[in-house]
C-alpha cells in the first residue's frame, strides 16, 4: 500500500490541524493505521493508532485528549484532528500501515509501510 501524508503547515499555540493519509494500491481497511511523530534529534514517537474498521483508538499520554484519530475505509483515508497545538507538537508527522493483529500499538517496527511524513510546526 501507497501512503501520502498531507495537511501539515504553521500553527499558532493553542491552534488546531487536520492531517490527513491517502492510501493506494491495495485494500485500505485490511490495514490497522497509525500516526508517529518525529522531532529533529529525536526518535520517532507514537501519537496514535486506529484498528481496521475504526472501531477502537489508541493515544500516547501526550496526545491523548488533544486529538483524534479517525479513518474512512470509503475514501482510503486516514486523519488526524489536532486540537490545542502546543510547541512540543513540532515534528514531522508521518501515517504507517500495520497487518499484524494485535502486539503492540507504539512499536515502529511493527508497521510495514509508511508515508514519506508532513511539517507540523507550531509557533509559541
Known amino acids: 500500500v501507497q501512503l501520502q501524508a498531507s495537511g501539515g503547515g504553521l500553527v499558532q499555540a493553542g491552534g488546531s490541524l487536520r492531517l490527513s493519509c491517502a492510501a493506494s494500491g491495495r485494500t485500505f481497511s485490511n490495514y490497522a493505521m497509525g500516526w508517529f511523530r518525529q522531532a529533529p534529534g529525536k526518535e520517532r514517537e507514537f501519537v496514535a493508532a486506529v484498528t481496521w474498521t475504526g472501531a477502537s483508538t489508541y493515544y500516547s499520554e501526550s496526545t491523548k485528549g488533544r486529538f483524534t484519530i479517525s479513518r474512512d475505509n470509503v475514501e482510503n483515508t486516514l486523519y488526524l484532528q489536532m486540537n490545542s497545538l502546543k510547541p512540543e507538537d513540532a515534528a514531522v508527522y508521518y501515517c504507517?500501515?500495520?497487518?499484524?493483529?494485535?502486539?503492540?500499538?507504539?512499536?515502529?517496527?511493527?508497521?510495514?509501510?509508511w508515508g514519506q511524513g508532513t511539517q507540523v510546526t507550531v509557533s509559541s
Open positions: 504507517a500501515a500495520r497487518v499484524r493483529y494485535g502486539g503492540n500499538w507504539p512499536t515502529v517496527s511493527e508497521y510495514d509501510y
